[in-house]
Each structure stands twice: as structure tokens, then as C-alpha cells.
């Protein structure tokens, strides 16, 4: 019985100095996802806003595009390459999401979900406008010298829809950077 004792009296300490050092351990692995979270939610911000300044620079030589489609719709000496060329083209604003990506690949379950959910959204968005870009894109050069009108509108109603999606980016850009 004694020695039981003796066992018990030398075993308490030694399990006590584990769960300190697992208390001490835990309380430090927070403390470093919290900074590294911090970071990272810094480094996204950072990415939205200029992602949001990059889309309203886009938008006006967008505008431009459509315009110079308005005033030379009819006009059949007028291709879409000289609509493009008298317009800078088409713009693909850069949307940058890598901090985003960097945390999703690594500790992507210290997330809350509704930041989660709205990170994720800018991703599926972004990947969309630059589908619609790029089908844009592929359609000026198929119809490079096209001066048709049906041409022209078909062009005006693929930039419309682009801008749309940039709008909707956009504004939920800056929805998330307002949370």
C-alpha cells in the first residue's frame, strides 16, 4: 500500500507538468495562428483594395469600348480592330487573391465561415470575369476586321456583360473590405 502511495505521490507531479506544458503549448500555437490570421487578413486586404482600384480603372476604358460602338455602329469602314485600337481594347483588371490562396491551402479551418464563404465567392467571380474576358477577347480576333453591325452589337452586348460582371465583383470587394 505504501508503495501505491509513493507510485501515486510521484506520479501526480510528472502529470501535472504535462497538462502546464500542454496548457503553455496550446496557449502558444493560438497565439501564433492569431498573428499569422492578422497577417493574412491584412495581406487580403491589402490584395482586395487594389483589386477594387484596378476594376475602376478597367471600367471607364470599358465604357470606352462601348462608346466608340455607339458612335460607329452603323458606319461599315469602321472593323473591330479600329473599334478596339481607337478604344486601348479590352481591359482584364488584375484581381489579386494569393493571400487568400496561401491561407486556403494551409490553415484554411481557422477561417470563419462567412469570410470563408465570401473569400471563396471572390475566387469563383474573379475565374468567371476572366472566362468572360477571355471569350470576348477570342471573339475580337475571330471577327477581327468584321464592320457588320450585327458584329458590332454582338461585341457591345459581350463588353455589357463583362462590365456586369466587374460591377458585381466589385461590389462585393468592397463589401468584404468594409466587414
Known amino acids: 500500500m505504501k508503495e501505491i502511495r509513493q507510485l501515486i505521490r510521484e506520479i501526480i507531479p510528472v502529470i501535472i507538468g504535462i497538462l502546464i506544458a500542454l496548457l503553455i503549448n496550446n496557449w502558444n500555437e493560438n497565439r501564433k495562428d492569431k498573428k499569422y490570421l492578422n497577417q493574412i487578413f491584412s495581406s487580403i486586404e491589402k490584395e482586395l483594395e487594389e483589386s477594387n482600384a484596378d476594376i475602376k480603372r478597367a471600367l471607364p476604358k470599358q465604357q470606352a469600348l462601348l462608346d466608340s460602338i455607339d458612335i460607329h455602329l452603323n458606319n461599315d469602314t469602321m472593323s473591330l ?30 477561417i470563419e465561415y462567412e469570410k470563408l464563404s465570401d473569400l471563396s465567392d471572390i475566387e469563383e467571380r474573379k475565374e468567371n470575369l476572366y472566362e468572360r474576358v477571355e471569350k470576348t477577347s477570342d471573339f475580337l480576333l475571330v471577327n477581327i476586321t468584321a464592320t457588320t453591325k450585327e458584329k458590332k452589337e454582338l461585341l457591345k452586348m459581350m463588353t455589357i456583360d463583362l462590365m456586369n460582371a466587374e460591377v458585381r465583383l466589385q461590389s462585393l470587394i468592397e463589401e468584404v473590405i468594409e466587414k
Open 81 to 110: 480592330f479600329d473599334l478596339a485600337l481607337i478604344s486601348n481594347g479590352l481591359q482584364k483588371p488584375d484581381i489579386k487573391i494569393n493571400s487568400w490562396k496561401a491561407i486556403a491551402n494551409s490553415k484554411i479551418e481557422l
